[in-house]
Nanobody, 124 residues
Framework: QVQLHESGGGLVQAGGSLRLSCAAS????????MGWFRQAPGKEREFVAI????????????TYNDAVQGRFKISRDNDWSTVFLQMNLLEPEDTAVYYC?????????????WGQGIQVTVAS
């Protein structure tokens, strides 16, 4: 059974940085797409960043929500089981619960697995 566990959230001042981590277990993840979504109060969940497997061994692509492009960076560790989200120049609008997601294959349009979520609060 695949499990995802997020860490690294918290409270930060506007302009600051946080790094989220998501540790995956229960499978091998080199052929998984993984990423981050977020949900702010009163809003629908939206994707933040995706680390997508291209279908070719060891080759991945990155996709970002326009709202975070240039400020956030997604990456994975060497065995592909942990995905990170480096968040810089944080804005109050980035306040949300952040969720890690994963799915085997080249798409993360409908994730099969979700983490429990972690709160990120950016104070103005």
């Amino acid at each position: 059974q695949v499990q995802l566990h997020e860490s690294g959230g918290g409270l930060v001042q506007a302009g600051g940085s946080l790094r989220l981590s998501c540790a995956a277990s229960g499978s091998t993840f080199n052929s998984y797409s993984m990423g981050w979504f977020r949900q702010a109060p009163g809003k629908e969940r939206e994707f933040v960043a995706i680390h997508r497997w291209t279908g070719f061994r060891g080759i991945y692509g990155e996709t970002y929500n326009d709202a975070v492009q240039g400020r956030f960076k997604i990456s994975r560790d060497n065995d592909w089981s942990t995905v990170f989200l480096q968040m810089n120049l944080l804005e109050p609008e980035d306040t949300a619960v952040y969720y890690c997601a994963a799915r085997s294959g080249t798409s993360l349009d409908a994730p099969d697995y979700w983490g429990q979520g972690i709160q990120v609060t950016v104070a103005s």
